[in-house]
């Protein structure tokens, strides 16, 4: 009989956004921290339950394009929380 261990694991990112564009068009440089912990065979083998913290700073981000489309940059989510199982 095989048993499996109960594994939790922790994982983060940060971004760092700011010249855009073949013309390298400036924005205001903003760190962008995610962070999402995860806990696998909980309370049943194969069970996988996960917690995930996206922009935890409120820092409003835009997506902007890298390549000169002429159109400006895209609204990014806001401050985000997200349970899985």
Sequence with gaps: MVTQLNKVSVNH???LNGYSGSTLVYHNPIWVYNIY??????L???LEAGLGFYDIFKAKYKYVQLFNG???ALQGNTREL???L
């Design 13 to 15: 990112q940060v971004q």
């Design 37 to 42: 912990l995860r806990h696998q065979n909980s």
């Design 44 to 46: 049943i083998k194969g």
């Design 70 to 72: 002429d159109y400006p």
């Design 82 to 84: 997200v349970f899985k």
